[in-house]
């Protein structure tokens, strides 16, 4: 397969193909030179990306999408063929961004999702890019691109409008971070920032964990320790997550090799940071963050829970972690996708992160649609009969 065309945009030509990415390694050259034009997030950067396709499943077949202007690179992104089966009915062939629709192995979930653009024409390369894969989908279904950055989105509606698709929003979601410099205007620190009661419940909880020891944060200064990290938090996050009846995100097989090979490559370059705090000899939590740009991502945690409500692990954990991002000199610690526990409490910044999927208005799509919003209801029907009284018996 070899698909190639010609955009014009106010003049200029952007060239784009797609083809099979036969030979991985040598994307390698290609992409870290557009990554430094770029102003991509740390899921568009060859430490993930790399990554990502050094570790894809069996009969995953990722193709290489280029945008070139004047000859040189200013697009890149992988997207993966897949024929899914929606609720074992409907047959949908599918284009999918940065994700192979192996629903394990997605579970790796990719957000801030686009398409690696150079900064001096960016804009043009996303409506030149979506535009031309709307028009692509002539002979497929379906367009699935998750997570996608809010520049990303902008340019994939305004495509679907213009190809006439229709638009669908699989999982709306939010992202929230701390805007650390907004923090250092008001000068006064970042405990200081937080509301009265989440700011007393820290308080409170570093006290009662002061009383077992100094309370310590310390990030990995080796891929090894990193690694002996890693495990550790494993065992507290898959703890936690049992004692709900769920299963965590160890429970996925391609988590854990997937990420020791990122922590291996990652530690080293700076882009991975293992954090352990501590209260004396007590292990308060694990975070596994990723560092780019100045922006501190949040993507995984392990934290010891125990049955005094007024400790708060997971609170203080992270309390440690934006003070240190804050020392360092970093713009933001981002909480990523998934408002939920303590992310409100303790962001002050927040934007949509949305899982769309857009293609030609066939009848298998509007019969997709339908039943989604029939199984949404059904949940929300169930939630509201969770919460209601039951009704008294008659004796």
Not at 241 to 249: D, E, K, L, V
Request: hydrophobic share 40%; glycine share 10%.
């Amino acid at each position: 397969m070899d698909m190639r065309t010609l955009v014009e945009d106010d003049g200029d030509t952007i060239d784009i193909a797609l083809r099979p990415l036969e030979n991985p390694s040598e994307l390698k050259e290609v992409w870290t030179d557009l990554e430094r034009r770029a102003d991509g997030s740390f899921f568009l950067s060859w430490h993930w990306i790399g990554n990502w396709l050094a570790s894809l499943p069996r009969g995953a077949s990722p193709h290489a999408l280029v945008a070139r202007r004047g000859g040189r690179v200013v697009g890149l992104a992988l997207l993966c063929p897949r024929t899914q089966w929606r609720f074992g009915l409907l047959r949908t062939r599918c284009w999918l961004l940065h994700e192979t629709g192996d629903r394990v192995f997605d579970r790796l979930f990719v957000e801030y999702n686009g398409i690696l653009a150079d900064r001096s024409c960016a804009s043009a390369v996303l409506a030149a890019c979506f535009d031309w894969l709307g028009h692509r989908l002539t002979n497929w279904d379906e367009l699935v691109l998750g997570g996608l950055e809010p520049g990303a989105e902008a340019a994939v509606r305004r495509a679907a409008l213009r190809r006439g698709h229709t638009l669908q929003v699989q999982v709306a979601d939010r992202c929230q971070w701390v805007d650390l410099e907004g923090v250092r205007r008001q000068g006064a620190g970042y405990l200081a920032s937080l509301g009265k009661n989440t700011r007393a419940a820290v308080r409170r909880a570093m006290r009662l964990y002061a009383e077992r020891g100094p309370l310590t944060y310390r990030v990995a200064a080796t891929a090894e320790e990193a690694l002996e990290d890693f495990r550790a938090m494993e065992v507290l996050h898959q703890a936690s997550w049992n004692a709900r009846g769920q299963s965590g995100a160890f429970s996925n097989p391609a988590f854990r090799p997937f990420h020791e090979r990122l922590i291996a490559t990652g530690v080293p370059a700076g882009t991975v940071r293992l954090c352990r705090v501590g209260a004396g000899e007590t292990v308060v939590g694990y975070l596994y963050n990723f560092v780019h740009r100045g922006r501190v991502m949040n993507y995984q945690g392990g934290f010891a829970y125990e049955t005094d409500n007024r400790l708060k692990p997971g609170l203080v954990s992270h309390v440690l972690a934006i003070e240190d991002t804050l020392a360092r000199g970093e713009g933001c610690y981002d909480f990523m996708s998934t408002p939920a526990g303590h992310k409100p409490l303790l962001s002050n910044a927040e934007q949509p992160m949305n899982w769309i999927a857009l293609g030609p208005d066939r009848l298998s799509r509007q019969i997709d649609t339908r039943l989604r919003r029939v199984k949404a209801g059904l949940a929300d029907r169930l939630k509201r009969l969770a919460r209601s009284p039951l009704p008294l018996m008659n004796r």
